[in-house]
Structures are given as C-alpha cells and as structure tokens.
C-alpha cells in the first residue's frame, strides 16, 4: 500500500505569493494531520482532521494558513501570502483510528522556501 | 511554549557504545509517550512507545524509560549502529482522550564508525 503522498516535494515562491501543498493519506485512515518541521520549534502540530472534518486548528500560526480536506483522500494546506518566515518543511501525516496509541504515517514532507 | 523538550540538538556517539537521548515533559496529563526517527529527506518514522503505566518498554536494541514523577523519559540504544544516525524526536499525548501528539524539537544523533 502507498504511503503518505505529498506534493509538490520542493517550492519556492517569492514573498506575497500563493503556497498551496497538497497531500494523499493512506486510504482507510480516520486522521488527517498537517506538521511544521522548524529547528526552533521541532515538529509542531498546525491542524489535524477526522473524517475529513477539522477538530483543532489551534496550531495555525496566522489568518494566512487555511487547510482543507474536501474528501477522505484529499487535503491541502494553503498559505496567502506568503512570508520568507513560512520556510520550513510541512508534513502531512495519518493514523488509523488516533494519534495517541496508534502509529502516525508521515509523508516524505514539502519542503517551502519563500524568498 | 514547548511542553515537551529535547534539551540537546545533536549528540556524538562511537559505535558500539550506548546512545542515551533525553526528553523532558512539562504536562502532566501525558500519558503516553512515542519516539519517532526521521532522516533527511524523509518524514519521521515511529520507533517505539510506552504507557505511563510502564516504566520501561524495550524492543531490540532499542530501549525507552519513562520516570513520571520527574517527568522524563530517554531512549537508550544499544549498541549504536551508524545507521541510527538520524534525528530522534520523542513526543507525549493522552491516551484516553488525545487524538493528537506533541513533539519536541529533535536530536540529532551521529554515530562515528
């Protein structure tokens, strides 16, 4: 079975453009989750989704991040407009039934470069 | 404010020696704790866990403890392998309610040959 699909894998914008990254969780999974990975701050937690539906969004840096995920394969992260402090890696990431006590499946990550 | 720490970044280790790799929790409503590997260009990969009602889980060469009233727990490896180079990130959530995980901020591990 495929893993975590996530696109594009490398992108670089200028500063006030439109980011959007997309991703495909493993099918059957329940929960969807979108990771920054910085070196100040690790792996932080921007939102996660059950059966396609947001449950905490309270991870999302600014009004410029917006994610979606309009059916159970499907997801994207978007940020307008971008901002050179928005480079980072972004992972997408699923689990079976929950994160705490089952096993998270990360993509292979973005990696976003806003210059 | 970071509720699960990884006070060292990076760690130097000879191989066939014992790696240790600490991790301290500021939240005592964690019960469950993880760690994750990750190397580069790739996402993180789940390496072993551990309840709060243990105190030690060990798969393999791979060792974790967890000391709760301390609110700390490490992975010991033994013996490291250059190929357990990589960053190791430990994260907690609560069990019985949590659907998400908290992580820390990684250690970078290298293990000379």
């Known amino acids: 079975d495929a893993g975590v699909i996530q696109s594009p894998r490398h992108e670089v914008t200028e500063m006030g453009q439109e980011v959007t990254l997309r991703c495909k969780p493993i099918s059957g999974h329940d929960y969807l989750f979108w990771y920054r990975q910085t070196m100040m701050r690790g792996l932080e937690l921007l939102i996660y989704?059950?059966?396609?539906?947001?449950?905490?969004d309270s991870g999302m840096p600014e009004d410029r991040f917006s994610a979606k995920m309009p059916n159970a394969s499907f997801s994207t992260l978007k940020i307008q407009p971008s901002e050179p402090r928005d480079s980072a890696v972004y992972f997408c990431?699923?689990?079976?039934?929950?994160?705490?006590?089952?096993?998270?499946?990360f993509g292979e990550g973005s990696w976003l470069t806003v210059v | 404010d970071q509720q699960v720490k990884q006070n060292s970044p990076s760690l130097s280790v000879q191989e066939g020696r014992i790696s240790i790799l600490n991790c301290d929790y500021t939240n005592s409503m964690f019960d469950y704790f993880l760690w994750y590997k990750k190397y580069p260009a790739e996402g993180p990969t789940f390496l072993i866990s551990?309840?709060?009602?243990?105190d030690k889980n060990e798969d393999g060469r791979f060792t974790v403890f967890l000391n709760k009233s301390a609110k700390h727990l490490s992975l010991h490896i033994v013996p490291s392998q250059p190929g357990d180079s990589a960053v190791y990130f430990c994260a907690a959530g609560v069990e019985w309610s949590g659907d998400k995980l908290t992580f820390g901020t990684g250690t970078r591990l290298a293990v000379r040959p």
């Open positions: 990431a699923s689990s079976l039934v929950r994160a705490v006590g089952d096993t998270i499946y």
């Open positions: 989704f059950n059966n396609n539906v947001p449950i905490d």
């Open positions: 551990i309840s709060s009602i243990k």
